[in-house]
């Protein structure tokens, strides 16, 4: 039998990227979206939607889905994955930078949630996996911008859950601790960038990408009646 579409935000890097070639090895169709769609292209998946979005426009996320639906049939998962993590101090860092994070991370999240939700509740199914991270669960320094929006997903996913549990539709929580990823690189504090390389170095190193993958793949694949609500994974030498 066919396997379902899955819709993929931020799959042009990292834990995206990684996900959108193992949920493609699983069968899946995919729509993948980001804004460099050279780098969705460049993964070269089969029955893979490549679409130039930015998650922070409502319009461009529906438009997108709808689109894929049509191709490849109703979504069955969404992972929204697309963020960014902006450290900086309370005090300088630019101002931009946390409109930038609430817009991605919170708004970014709530709009991929609601292109699919209204056809799972209809088909009383489907599958909600939000990326959050540790620092959706503890703060740490420098991040309290970056903090504020992963407790919100967190929240939001928790609160959302109990909602659309009745229609058998499940939602989980994805919550790493430091991934080696690009995510860092758009830090605009250098030293903080810095620190933060150090820190991940006297932790042994932070986890590859294709261990968030494959936790995400292993909540999607229980059965419909098993949602796995969290995962928290960090490297072993990850003290906070
Ligand atoms: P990357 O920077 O490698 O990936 C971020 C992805 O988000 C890219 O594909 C990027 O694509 C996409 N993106 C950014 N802005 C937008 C936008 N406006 N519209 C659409 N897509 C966008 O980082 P990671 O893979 O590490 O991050 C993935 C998720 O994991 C994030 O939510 C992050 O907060 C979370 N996370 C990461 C951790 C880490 O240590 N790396 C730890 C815990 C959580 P493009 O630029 O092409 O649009």
New binding site residues.
């Given amino acids: 039998m066919s396997k379902p579409l899955i819709v993929l ?9 990684a996900t959108a070639r193992l949920l493609s090895a699983d069968g899946h169709p995919l729509l993948l ?4 769609t050279e ?1 969705l292209e460049a993964l070269d998946l089969p029955r893979a939607l490549c679409r130039k ?4 426009e409502r319009a461009q996320v529906e438009q997108a889905v709808a689109e894929a639906e049509q191709e490849f049939g109703p979504a069955d998962a969404i992972v929204n ?5 902006l450290l900086g101090h309370m005090a300088d860092q630019p101002v931009e930078e946390w409109d930038r994070m609430i ?3 919170i708004k ?1 999240v709530l709009y991929g949630v609601r292109a699919v939700l209204p056809g799972m509740l209809a088909r009383r199914g489907g599958t909600i996996i939000n ?5 959706g669960r503890k703060t740490f320094p420098d991040h309290t911008a ?1 903090c504020a929006t ?1 407790f919100a997903v967190h929240a939001l996913s928790e609160s959302l859950r109990a909602e659309v549990a009745s229609a058998g539709i499940r939602v989980v929580t994805i ?12 830090t605009s504090n250098e030293q903080i960038r810095t620190d933060y390389e150090a820190w991940k170095e006297s932790a042994g190193g ?2 590859d ?1 294709q261990v ?1 993958a494959e936790s995400i793949r292993y909540a999607y694949r229980q059965p419909q009646n098993v949602t796995v609500r969290e995962i928290v994974l960090a490297s072993t030498g990850q003290e906070t």
Avoid at 9 to 17: K, L, P
Avoid at 33 to 36: E, K, S
Avoid at 53 to 56: A, E, H, K, R
């Fill in positions: 935000t931020g799959a042009s890097s990292g834990i995206g990227a979206i980001a804004r460099r780098r979005v930015d998650v922070t994955n697309a963020g960014a993590m817009d991605l991370n970014g990326i959050s991270s540790i620092a970056y992963k919550a790493p601790g430091a991934v080696e990823t690009e995510l860092l690189s758009h932070a986890l990408p968030v």
